[in-house]
């Protein structure tokens, strides 16, 4: 009966540093738990048998300390006062709390340091380090703490220790560098062993150069890395191998790698020349460990086809818009240069474009091959890309020798949606493509150009990502990055981390910086999760009281208003003043959840003077945006204004950008105006989505017209339908009151001539799974509420005469139905 343990969300954790985790399980069946017992081995805390329907419980044990390896399990109640059997074990284990754990030094390749000089080592040849040691008896455990800048991959005698990519995050790197844990056992062997760190400078380190494209230049720190072996034999001693003066460095065969620019491999090189590293001069306090899914290759696509531009240059196409790396797969004698060029489109010779409003430029990887079969992808920074022109190819090289490695952060899968309307499919398709071209340590706008965490879409956007992947540990770790970006003044900047600070309206806008405060609440109401809001409480405040003291009279007048809107007539003061409202009702509610009364009445006493002052000022409609804004706020009641908008949106008159696109379909969603969203998600004319799908895109572009206009063709920000399409048409919601999915709201919407609809989301109860069908006068409505969780069913007004309920269901109105777990099937027809 008991299944899905996690801890901190996550399965089985190593290397953890929250001393008091949470730790939660899901039910099978369908039988409600009434009480739990749940006890944390070798005798850290048992509850004993508790009286609670809670399946989210927070760690009160015996102090957890580093290095504490516990396992743990769970046993549940049911209604009737049966107890179930123990469930599986899960494990955590702790990592290393204090930076007096770390007796390993920092290290680096001597050409690679110069103290007071940032661009020693430019030029170079990527740092290659190793450490050796000898084991004279079996290690029944090894633990391996690892961490590099700017990135690292690190082997043992030759093996990779993990299948994690890109390591480490995105962070502010002169405060916190992330470090993982890995159980090494099984790679160890008695006798010599060598522990290898291979170094690329990543976003830590962007030096400038002539030849390709950059974003910015600017280093936080060189290459370098710290790691740590620690060991257990089975005579219960233990030992130790750290990165130290003892270790050699080497020049690797990549000769060149740039975050922005491109990766240069030469894969004749070989490793010689051994020297003794040099040791950096750096704090352990800096250290602290991974706590979300690490970025991964998740999917394999092999090239669709070899095609060949008008000079004879042949491209590679994958088949999709993606991010990740061009893989090569060859059998060439040695001395071959290649020039692998990444792009999302064609010009009309059937080159790869490359611009700076699109990808940058330029942009370009290089191999030199060796003699012999070879496989190689670049390790150090990764693309966008659906084509690879790969100049200097041989002609009788076919289309298996390029395959996309798609990367993203590994958060599980949770959504599924699917209509009966092929156009709805492939608008479904391309948002989620752009969500995973984005997913990386924190959420990018886009995977060439920028690869920076721009924040509105982290929180705008929030439900986009929620209902199709389950990022309870990664949004609580993207707070932790946007939290150690505020300034002392509560500044939240456009993007997190600062690597590059831009000039005001790009630094300082209330619909990017507002991410602070609404994720947290976003995070308590989606997963049931108060830690992230009791943690970033004071920095939640902070922001608000920010956004006050910038404010004239309750009206915020700086920031980058609707962006990409097509109507550029809303007042940017408009739209900042709603970003600030928002901000601050949401501190409101999260103040009242958290027992801070005083601060509750504060904060929505500034609601209300924020709606006051955008009602004298700036409530006069001037934009469709701006009537949007208006009446999300409660400032316009008028459902004449909502018939307007409402048919400007079925005619295909949508001008609203992507601040104010969240909330017209929002706005009109809750209104029932789903006939009106149901025109515009099947138009093909632009401004449209299925534009965009009619004109080949296949990952969300960054303009309505972008398959035609350019600009990125893998943003993810213009998404917000995907959120109706999961809560409009598959009816999957909360109802009032609700947190973490703990009871439901069923209400889908049958508009304009949809046949069927198929959809899932992840709860924190378990899978929640609608379907609906419609024909020849009847409806069919499939619902499975999972254990733990109930559900009010709401059957859309089809005009049907005759429903059929199932037993168990009880009506509590109009089409309108209250019903516990278990799968359930309503019907209606004339």
């Known amino acids: 009966m008991v299944t899905n343990l996690r801890t901190c969300d996550l399965i089985d954790p190593l290397g ?250 030469d894969a004749r090189r070989t490793t010689t020349g051994w020297r003794p590293v040099t040791v950096v001069p750096g704090t352990k306090d800096v250290l602290s460990s991974r706590a979300c899914p690490p970025v991964r290759v998740t999917e394999r696509l092999p090239a669709t086809a070899r095609l060949v531009a008008t000079d004879g240059t042949p491209v590679f196409d994958v088949g999709a818009v993606v991010a990740g790396w061009a893989e090569l797969s060859l059998d060439l004698p040695a001395g071959r240069y290649l020039r692998l060029v990444p792009g999302d489109q064609l010009d009309d010779y059937g080159r790869v474009i490359q611009s700076k409003p699109t990808t940058g430029a330029p942009i370009f990887n290089t191999y030199v091959t060796k003699d012999g079969p070879q496989t190689w992808h670049p390790s150090f920074r990764y693309d966008g890309f659906r084509y690879v022109e790969v100049q200097g190819l041989p002609e009788h090289v076919g289309p298996e020798a390029v395959t996309a490695l798609v990367l993203r952060a590994d958060n599980t899968p949770t959504g599924a949606f699917e209509t009966s309307d092929a156009l709805v499919n492939d608008i479904h398709t391309i948002i989620d493509r752009a969500v995973r071209g984005n997913m990386y340590s924190v959420l990018t706008d886009c995977p060439h ?75 308590y109401r989606w997963y049931g999760d108060l830690s992230a809001m009791r943690t970033h409480y004071d920095a939640m405040r902070r922001y608000v009281d920010y956004l006050t003291s910038k404010a004239e009279h309750g009206v915020l007048g700086h920031g980058l208003g609707d962006w990409i809107g097509l109507d550029d007539s809303t007042p940017v003061p408009l739209v900042s003043t709603w970003g600030y409202w928002r901000a601050a009702r949401t501190m409101a509610r999260a103040a009242g959840v958290l027992g801070r009364d005083e601060d509750a009445k504060r904060y929505r006493a500034l609601s209300e003077q924020i709606t006051a002052a955008f009602t004298r000022t700036l409530a006069e409609p001037r934009s469709q945006a701006s009537e949007i804004l208006a009446f999300d706020m409660g400032v316009v009641t008028d459902e004449r204004v909502l018939d307007r908008i409402a048919e400007a949106v079925a005619g295909g008159g949508i001008t609203v950008g992507e601040i104010a696109l969240p909330a017209l379909f929002r706005v009109l969603g809750r209104a029932g105006r789903h006939d009106a969203l149901w025109a515009f998600a099947t138009s093909t004319s632009h401004p449209s989505y299925g534009y965009q799908v009619r004109h080949g895109a296949t990952a969300l572009t960054e303009a309505w017209d972008g398959p035609t206009r350019g600009l990125s063709q893998n943003h993810y920000m213009l998404g917000a339908i995907d959120s109706w399409f999961y809560r409009g048409l598959g009816g999957i919601g909360q109802a009032p009151g609700s947190n973490g999915f703990r009871r439901l709201l069923i209400e889908p919407a049958a508009p304009g001539d949809l046949e069927s609809v198929r959809a899932s ?29 109930s559900a009010e069913v709401r059957l859309p007004d089809l005009g049907l005469a005759r429903h059929a309920v199932p037993d168990g269901a009880v009506k509590l109105g109009a089409r309108a139905y209250e019903v516990p777990a278990g799968h359930w099937t309503f019907g209606a027809a004339r």
């Open 761 to 789: 989301t992840g709860t924190p109860y378990g899978t929640v799974e609608v379907s609906w069908t419609r024909a020849d006068g009847e409806f069919t409505l499939d619902v499975t509420v999972p254990p733990g969780s």
């Open 16 to 265: 953890i540093e929250i001393t008091r985790p949470a730790l939660s399980w899901q039910l099978t069946g369908t039988e409600p738990q009434t009480g739990y017992h749940l006890q944390v081995e070798p005798g850290l805390w048992d509850t004993g048998e508790v009286e609670s329907a809670d399946q989210r419980v927070v760690y009160d044990g015996r102090p957890l300390t580093s290095r504490t390896a516990a396992r743990w399990r769970v046993r549940i109640r049911d209604a009737a006062g049966r107890w179930s059997g123990w469930s599986p074990d899960a494990r955590f284990e702790l990592g290393l709390l204090r930076p007096d754990d770390w007796s390993a030094s920092w290290i680096t390749h001597p050409d690679w340091y110069d103290e007071g000089n940032p661009r020693a080592g430019e030029g170079r040849p990527l740092p290659l380090l190793k450490g050796e040691f000898v084991l004279a008896r079996p290690v029944t455990r090894a633990r391996l703490h690892v961490a590099g800048l700017g990135v690292y991959v690190a082997t043992v005698n030759g093996a990779p220790v993990t299948d994690a990519v890109l390591e480490p995050p995105y962070t502010d790197f002169t405060r916190r560098v992330v470090y993982a844990t890995h159980d090494v056992t099984e790679l160890l062997r008695e006798g010599r062993n060598t522990l290898g760190v291979e170094l690329g400078p990543g976003i830590a380190h962007v030096f400038p150069h002539q030849d390709r494209y950059m974003k910015f230049f600017g280093s936080k720190a060189a290459p370098r890395a710290i790691a740590q072996l620690e060991l257990g034999y089975a005579d219960g001693s233990f030992g130790r191998f750290v990165t130290g003066p003892d270790w050699r460095a080497a020049d690797s065969p990549t000769v060149r790698s740039h975050w922005y620019g491109g990766e240069d491999h």
């Open 449 to 523: 150009r920028e690869k920076l965490g721009w924040l509105e879409q982290t929180h705008l956007l929030f439900d986009v990502v929620a209902y199709n992947y389950d990022v309870a540990a990664y949004y609580r770790e993207l707070l932790v990055t946007i939290a150690e970006a505020q300034t002392p003044d509560g500044l939240v900047p456009d993007i997190a981390p600062e690597f590059l600070v831009f000039d005001a309206p790009f630094r300082d806008d209330p619909n990017w910086g507002g991410a602070i405060v609404r994720i947290p609440w976003q995070l």
